[in-house]
């Protein structure tokens, strides 16, 4: 089955010590879109001004992505720059320029409204409602976000969060939603807002998710070097319900197997700047890790 | 088959902003030989004042410990005090009080010499290392340490680590010791060391095993709360040597099972101070805990 990904289609440039990388590729909804292209089929939606190179639309092209909810306005596509240290564990934003994101609304082709799978990438949970209140009856509903919106719109986040079936957050967003310092003692607390399955990210510890069916814990893959872990819980969450989606049978007979695949398709992300790894990536490299990863965790 | 397990026996002032724990049983020996001594018989050695209370002789005891090893000198027991903040996450030492430790050689009964399982837990590398040149070709031989050791007696610990089978440390003594930020890369660095087995441990997020069957990556038992981290990573170890040393069939066939025991034993380690809740732990705990574990990584 198909997955609808809405999130933000970005230029990103990254500064390292060593290298400028300028309007690389970017945002939720590329990286997840693009990882959940090894799995299944995908309806993007996004917007991007006219500047947007068509190298990046060839690259969507290139994966499969269905584009008719792309929408292309005048103006600028969204632009974020940032600096990572010597180090590459912190990074600081440079700048945010909005451009035609400022005005974004979600408006879904009517082919799109009955895609089964939902992914509703990080991007203002307004939106991420607004293209919910467009599906009709969708399978299953996950939904990512980041601090600033527990920050500038948590009511509108809570709203939300009440509607899906999957909500995917990082370990110092769970800890800041619940005022829980323990990922374990917050887990009940985030399944009282609402959704049935949740997941902590906790970058390169791996991720937990809560469900009817207890805990798992899921390992990262473990990586000798990261390059730029931009975009990696994008490319998780989109491997993640790209496998479920392009699976068969019940959700929660595929989820912990989903995690997997979603761990190494973000280990993809992690080795290269922008997308510039994940998109040389085949999905027999993806099989070849998740091998890896499970023999990894086999006792 | 039994282990000898060498470390620090102290008393251990805890200080938390609820309440004052003075002159708990603890020391890296005692943690690990309790946690070992639910799966095999343990030869401790060791060094107690004349001060050394009777009721923590009496707990040795009814775990089964073999005592002819714990010497009693003249004079006080090792003594270290620390104070918890509020979210009980750092820890700062408010004293150490050497006492009989400061002369301690750790001469072994003869009929401990033959052990067939060795436990170097926490204790000055050349103590280690005098352990070792006394046992006749043991087994298995594992050694842990501390940050302190890699500060002011790191060619001791690089003499001993030569000699192990198998050497423990944390992610940040990892990191110390070969300015390898990435735990992945410090691995290949630390065999470069001597030991055929590295584990690296880190707290809350599990731990990793490298060895000649490939990496595998353990799960810490999650925990709703932790009272009291202190002697979890000694547990860790003790528990898996015990285990180790109490299984049948060959070493490389049993470290990732042992691994899992000895996460376990951690977990209840870190559920009350000292060792308060570990020694009201049984086996039949344990047996359930692992269940729960090995049911929390399934794939």
């Excluded at 933000?8 to 290298?19: F, M």
């Excluded at 600028?76 to 590459?88: A, I, L, P, Q, R």
């Excluded at 082919?111 to 990080?122: D, I, K, M, Q, R």
Aim: charged share 20%; glycine share 8%; proline share 5%.
């Amino acid at each position: 089955m198909s997955v609808l990904i809405v999130g933000s289609t970005a230029l990103d440039s990254i500064k390292t010590p060593k290298a400028a990388n300028p309007k690389l590729l970017g945002g939720s909804a590329s990286h997840a879109a693009v990882a959940a292209s090894f799995f299944t089929d995908v309806n993007l939606v996004g917007v991007v001004g006219e500047d947007f190179p068509k190298k990046y639309t060839a690259l969507y092209h290139r994966h499969g992505l269905d584009l008719a909810g792309l929408q292309v306005k005048p103006g600028k596509t969204f632009h974020w720059s940032g600096e990572y240290e010597v180090n590459m564990n912190r990074r600081r934003t440079l700048a945010t320029e909005l451009g035609v994101f400022e005005t974004f609304s979600p408006d879904l082709p009517e082919a799109y409204c009955a895609t089964p799978f939902v992914l509703l990438a990080n991007i203002a949970p307004a939106l991420q409602s607004h293209v919910l209140d467009q599906m009709r009856r969708p399978r299953f509903i996950a939904a990512d976000t980041m601090d600033l919106w527990l920050n500038i719109a948590l009511k509108d986040l809570l709203r939300l969060i009440k509607r899906v079936d999957l909500f995917v957050l990082n370990d110092t967003e769970a800890h800041q939603l619940t005022e829980e310092d323990n990922v374990v003692a917050a887990l009940p607390k985030l399944h009282k807002l609402g959704p049935k399955y949740v997941i902590i990210k906790k970058g390169e510890h791996g991720s937990i998710l809560s469900g009817p069916n207890g805990l798992f814990v899921a390992p990262a893959f473990p990586l000798k070097k990261v390059v730029d872990p931009t975009g990696a819980g994008d490319s998780f969450v989109g491997g993640l319900m790209g496998y479920l989606a392009g699976s068969k049978g019940p959700v929660e007979t595929n989820l912990r197997r989903a995690m997997i695949y979603g761990s190494v398709t973000a280990s993809f992300c992690c080795e290269g700047f922008g997308l510039n790894c994940t998109t040389r990536t085949s999905r027999a490299d993806i099989e070849k890790r998740v091998k890896q990863l499970l023999r990894m965790v086999a006792v």
